[in-house]
Every structure is written in C-alpha cells, then in structure tokens.
C-alpha cells in the first residue's frame, strides 16, 4: 500500500485454516460478559451515575447490580451492610410526580398487572432487613428536579451517612 507518508505502514493478520478458529471467537465474546448483569432502563442511568459519583466522591466503596441478592440493588455498599433501590415512577400514584410516563388509566391497568411482581419486590426487601441489611429506597422522581437535586443529593448522600455512622457506632 502506498500512503503520503512513508512511514505509516498498514499492517493486517489474516487467520488461516489450522488456527483454532472455536478459541478465536471465544477471545470476541469474552468481553460482552456483562451483558448478563441486569441494569436499569437506560433513561434512569445518568441518575444512577449521580448518585454513584457522589458516594464515591466521599470515600464510599460499593458495587452495582449485584446479582447476588435479590432485587439487584442498584447500588450495594457492603461495609456498612446497606442497599441503595432507586424505584420507578411507574410503581407509585402520586399527583405530584413529575415523571410519570403513563396516563392515570393506563397507570392503573399496569399497575394491577405488575402488582404481583411489586408484592415479591417489597418481600425480597423485608427479607434482607431481616438478614440484617439496611435498605434504602428512593423514587427517581425525588432527584428529577433540577432546582432540589443539588439539595436531594446531600440529603441521600447524610442518609448513607448515617448509616454508616450507626453502624460504626454499634460495632
């Protein structure tokens, strides 16, 4: 190949019929592994990232979507034995959201489709209270607005914080 510059060569790996073709394509898959961690809808990620960045900011160690309990928490932080869940807005009836997606009909009818689901989620909950864990659980239309979020930040941030402090206290 001829390019402007003599020095930019072009350097290409063809892979013939004697190499392990299986391991090849296990090397390619082997980095969408995450695909199998359940996350959030796309749309409540950057909340969540706010969220993560600021516990991490003040010195906070913990992991996402661990699927090892139920739920996944959205945000684990296993020193201090507390689980952070950012619900929805589907799954409440508020007047004063802001986010809700549905109209009130619409609402109602997902609702009583999903309400099995919402039993389970609140059960899982309780269970991990009883195992000792502290559960945090916050609405996503708590930090939708702009003009509160700085202040609502602060507030989830104290509230881990106190955990954390209740617990050092206890040990």
Not at 28 to 51: D, F, I
Not at 86 to 112: M, T
Not at 119 to 148: A, H, P
Request: with cysteine; net charge positive.
């Amino acid at each position: 190949m001829n390019f402007v510059d003599d020095s930019i060569t072009a350097s290409f790996r063809y892979y013939s019929d004697d190499q392990n073709i299986e391991l090849f394509y296990a090397q390619q898959v082997a980095g969408s592994q995450n695909s199998c961690t359940t996350e959030k809808p796309s749309y409540m990620e950057p909340l969540l990232r706010q969220l993560r960045s600021i516990l991490f900011r003040n010195g906070f160690r913990f992991r996402k979507y661990d699927s090892r309990y139920p739920g996944p928490p959205d945000i684990v932080l296993p020193k201090y034995r507390t689980m952070v869940f950012v619900d929805s807005c589907l799954w409440h009836d508020r007047q004063e959201c802001c986010r809700k997606a549905l109209p009130p009909e619409s609402q109602r009818i997902w609702q009583e489709t999903h309400i099995d689901e919402w039993r389970r989620m609140v059960e899982e909950r309780q269970r991990l209270i009883d195992e000792g864990w502290t559960v945090l659980s916050y609405w996503e239309c708590r930090f939708c607005d702009n003009r509160k979020r700085a202040k609502r930040l602060n507030s989830f941030l104290n509230d881990v914080r106190s955990v954390a402090n209740d617990l050092g206290k206890s040990s």
